[in-house]
């Protein structure tokens, strides 16, 4: 058992990132006394800043958001932290097969295999309308859907290799795992927990049209400032203990009790936590079947931003080496540039295990390929690996393979006695984003609030 | 950090199951001095014997051992712990469809079905023969093979009721996870590190011909007995430490210090530690995408084996509710008799949140439906719900959804720094089994022994 102070609170949250902080945040507003234990140093979890030189700010985590993101929008609009759009004007390149294809709307590609592509996206949509973003496993046809994965489905529904290519430009860029790792079902529930494909993937009047200005994380800043001495930091819980009167919960240095849990961390995370009594075991199955995605940002800085000149968004999407996806991420106007690009799934995985120096190399190569050799020339490179970073290990969240959505999903929000579940993998709008979390973090402080019958 | 004793050695294994102490037995025996923690108050893991009355020693957990285990037989047979032949004689239940046959060496179904089925497990196991076991990702079609589910494979290549029969039998009686959730390519490593599909699923020549007599536990506890206070009992490991001096195992109230660490419980179990410095991704993300089957192990036990009697030898499969395999798990001859089954997979899931009398009720229901109704009112009744076991929490091992063993095999037995890998789930032969057990911690023995140059 920990040494260390006792606080007594009414309600204990578990996990300082934008969730857990929403949680908080609405339980005092409502009259709850909570503490909220953090493992890390710093509060935002899979939200970060990173302050480059001159004050500019980057995301080295959640970054994007966008239209009908309406709980994180309102949270921040009422914190006073304001969104600027992406700079979007200028030609995308699509990199396919080794060829760079540079475009404004569509890409030169032949009919056909713009055709199978747009076909399937409009079968995936037309699957994903049958599915709850409540319940998925309940579905017509959510069986099946869940005893495949995204590649098989896309084995029998593209033909060409634009079509496979968007399949798996989907998965890596929005999933941050290979179309093999993923059930269907999963993609469904995504794809309608965002309001469709076109919303997750695209900028302008999509998920990754505008970001925070002085970064996601100043959300979370704000909101724990707000909360002050109640957030403890360098707090990983160990224990939860569960009694008649109770719970009572272990970290570092502090053991904190309340009448209510809620633990706002990722599944697989949140298995990692000792119960005692233990979890029910669906709900601890749950937590062995919910692996998190592979992703490391990268950030390059430049003098300027070069690529705007040359005509170019800064955005584009790769089959090769390297980033797969980039964005230009600098101030709308002037300097410094700023290239973001993200590696994730396969490719993720195997530049973790190369040298520093290899993995810069194949990023910055990327960003030549895309945008000129200048582009292999930054001032400043940042990169993050989140599957690294010990209290989250993966982004940017959770993906179920096959099986979890119809043999555990039912567990994913169910209180376990006096234990709450939040964070953005319980989201049913924007589930994976910032959006999800702050929804499930109302969701689950409205949850134990009727359980106090404080609401 | 715990307080509590501190002890020195050369090695610390984590884990008292088949795996850990053959591990610590081996090192044991080369001159290191070892320390085993387990966190329950006994040893064994997924062995247990439970005695019910009049000396009746029964399993409640991994039972059968048979022909080609050598691992498991050779440290038996070292210890002084004969096996002896499940009851064979008799006719065979299969109940599909809701229609019962009774069988001696093949159902009457008719042709059509029988060769359907026939050819699923041939063109299984000819994919199999690809495999290799020690590097199942490097296979020939690897990527296509993890990159969809069983399920999946059984939609394109059976046909018939019987033949989907097999496949989900299969799949449920032996990974105890549905179709659905597993990844076509673990199935053919599964089927390759056993020797087939025969050498899985039958008695007589195969995986299910013998028990141990006094019960599998038997083999642990004389294991331990030698071990002595090497083993601390009620020690459930919560952090393990680095250093370039060494390891620092952290239990409750025990801290044990050695040059190596051996971490013998399954992947997901592993996950669950807090290390210093934290695993590299891979490893990590390994723990997450391996998730454990569900088992409730049933017995029901007779003044007399009555079906024996009426010519059956007590084994049935089943598409229907209950239980789904049996086994005539009583003495070769005279009294009692004992009834096994074995509820897995989705029944598994549903059956655990079911209150116990409607499980028990369930369960006999189908002893009924296949033996008759004095199979519904046995002398006595216990069942064992492995997913609700805390440091097992689920049996009989991992299986590996689609898309594990490409992204994170080449973790699975990879040392980290100064930890070694051990537990069924990293053997190359009779991996989820107690062969397996033995054969991994035999395996890691050595390359402890090799690192230490004491070989």
Known sequence: MSAGSRVECDVVVVGAGLAGLTVASRLERAGCAVVVLEARGRVGGRVLNQELGDGLVVDVGGQFVGPTQRHVLGLAAELGVPTYPIFTDGLTVLEIGGRRHAYRKVPRLGPAQLADAGRAIVALERLARRVSVQAPWQAAGADAADSRTLADWARRNVRTRLGRFAIEAFSQGVLACEPGEVSLLHVLFYLRSAGGLRQLTETSG?????????????????????????????????????????????????????????????????????????????????????????????????????????????????????????????????????????????????????????????????????????????????????????????????HFPPGTWTQFGSALRRPSGLLHWAGTETATEWSGYMDGAVQSGERAADEVLTALNMR
Not at 346 to 374: K, M, T
Request: glycine share 12%; proline share 7%.
């Open 206 to 398: 999509a998920a990754q049209q505008d970001r925070f200005a002085g970064g996601s994380q100043l959300i979370a800043i704000r909101l724990a400032e707000r909360l002050g001495d109640r957030v403890r930091l360098g707090a990983p819980v160990t224990r939860i203990e569960q009694r008649s009167s109770g719970v009572t919960v272990h970290a570092n240095d502090v053991v904190a009790s309340g009448r209510r849990a809620v633990v706002a961390v990722p599944p697989a995370l949140a298995g990692r936590i000792c119960y005692d009594p233990p979890l029910p075991g669906d709900r601890d199955q749950l937590t062995q079947a919910a692996p998190m995605g592979s992703v490391i940002k990268c950030l390059a800085v430049y003098d300027k931003p070069f690529w705007r000149d040359a005509g170019y968004n800064g955005q584009a999407t790769s089959d090769g080496l390297g980033a797969t996806v980039t964005f230009d991420t600098g101030p709308p106007a002037g300097a410094p540039g700023v290239l973001l690009g993200f590696v994730t799934g396969a490719r993720a995985r195997r530049l973790a295990q190369a040298d520093p120096a290899a993995r810069r190399g194949e990023v910055l190569g990327s960003f030549g390929r895309y945008f000129g050799p200048d582009a292999q020339r930054p001032a400043e490179y940042v990169e993050h690996d989140w599957t690294a970073d010990q209290w989250t290990r993966g982004c940017y969240g959770a």
